[in-house]
């Protein structure tokens, strides 16, 4: 189920990270930029915002709630644009809108 309804950009990135079989010899990996948060002195926020692509502002200052995934029971997550949500959609639109225009 988790990888059914992943709710998380990190197991997102993850899943990307994976090489398929499909894929050409050498093909360069898809890799989750950056480094892990300290884990002594954590981040104001959410851990994953320094490393997530769809991180916003509110992500660096605020720390999501636990919610529960309603697809799947027993299945908790922290994340204020959820893979699949329409607050999701509107950040890979964002996120989208800044590349095209050369922000990243």
């Known amino acids: ?3 059914a309804n992943m709710k998380m950009p990190y197991t997102e990135a993850l899943m990307k990270s994976i090489p ?10 898809d890799s989750v ?7 002594i002195s954590p981040p104001a926020g ?10 916003s ?4 200052a605020e720390q999501p709630p636990l919610v529960e995934a309603v697809e799947t029971p027993g299945h908790y997550f922290r994340c204020w644009y959820p893979v699949g949500s ?11 809108s800044l590349a095209a225009a050369g922000g990243i």
Request: aromatic letters at 8%; glycine letters at 4%.
């Open 1 to 3: 189920s988790l990888f």
């Open 20 to 29: 398929k079989l499909t894929d050409k010899a050498h093909t360069r990996l």
């Open 86 to 96: 329409p607050e999701y959609i509107q950040a890979v639109r964002r996120r989208e």
């Open 33 to 39: 930029g950056g480094r892990p948060p300290n884990l």
């Open 46 to 55: 959410c851990r994953f915002a320094p490393r997530c692509p769809y991180a």
């Open 57 to 60: 502002e509110r992500c660096l």
